[in-house]
């Protein structure tokens, strides 16, 4: 089974009494990290959450969560949806602007970090995600652990955030490797899917997104027709736009 990556830094937090907060989508990255986290880190160190994105998410993900869970699952949310988000802003969010991550996902998990790690008076806190650098040549430049300055302070209130990110250099066979090895099943949507996010995410491929279609047809049609309602495409065909159906090859109602 392949290893974590750990530091001496990161064993001395563990030692210190850090609080680790594993962020898990339901994904196989994050099913992989927390079950080779819970192998290297105190029980109760352990604080999991995770980022609920409405009907957007595929179903039943929360409850796969919780089958393979030692912990409760802290289920955080934005005060907005996506497609509301969307149709606020008139655009999709894209590679380079993913208002996605970081207004549903990221600010609601730092949120709940705040807030948790002062109800227990602690100090220190570990962001811990689930992303690898074979992912994308933007994910291979990230650096696996390190000093979040954004979310710490050390004025009237100290607080110490650090990101950490465990499977950093695992492969993706490594990764479905390691949910065997502990015993476990990925999500059933890998049954057909290569990644998963939101049913229809922009870093989706055309396969992930055929799936979503076939088994959300609902879902997509919302897709569809807010696509045409602020005249903005999720997808690109080179330089061209290029509308979501005729991008996935299913007609609405077809």
Same mark, same amino acid.
């Given at each position: ?25 339901? !994904? /196989?990255?994050?099913? =992989?990290? %927390? ?5 290297? @880190?105190?029980?109760?160190? $352990? ?42 802003? !008139? /655009?999709?969010?894209? =590679?380079? %602007? ?5 207004? @549903?996902?990221?600010?609601? $998990? ?140 299913i007609k609405v109602g077809a």
């Amino acid at each position: 089974m392949p290893k974590v990556f750990i530091t001496g830094e990161i064993k001395e937090l563990i030692s210190d009494g850090a609080i680790f907060y594993v962020s898990h989508s339901g !994904g /196989k990255d994050s099913q =992989a990290m %927390y079950g080779l986290l819970k192998k290297v @880190l105190p029980s109760e160190q $352990i604080v999991l959450v995770h980022s609920d994105l409405g009907k957007v998410e595929w179903n039943g993900v929360q409850d796969h969560i919780k089958k393979y869970s030692d912990h409760k699952l802290n289920v955080v949310r934005a005060k907005k949806t996506f497609l509301e988000m969307v149709e606020r802003r !008139g /655009k999709w969010p894209s =590679a380079a %602007y993913r208002q996605c991550t970081s207004d @549903l996902k990221r600010g609601p $998990i730092f949120k709940f970090i705040r807030n948790d790690l002062k109800e227990r008076g602690g100090t220190v806190a570990v962001n811990v995600m689930g992303l690898r650098a074979q992912e994308s040549t933007a994910r291979a430049k990230k650096v696996p652990f390190f000093y979040n300055k954004t979310q710490s302070v050390n004025k009237r209130v100290t607080r110490h955030v650090y990101d950490w990110l465990p499977i950093f250099y695992f492969t993706t066979e490594e990764v479905f490797q390691t949910i065997r090895d502990v015993g476990e099943k990925p999500f059933w949507a890998y049954e057909k899917n290569e990644r998963l996010s939101c049913v229809f995410c922009i870093m989706g491929c055309v396969n992930d997104l055929r799936h979503g279609a076939e088994q959300r047809p609902e879902l997509y049609k919302e897709y569809v027709e807010l696509e045409k309602k602020i005249g903005h495409t999720m997808f690109m065909k080179g330089k061209e736009p290029i509308y979501l159906e005729d991008h996935v090859g299913i007609k609405v109602g077809a």
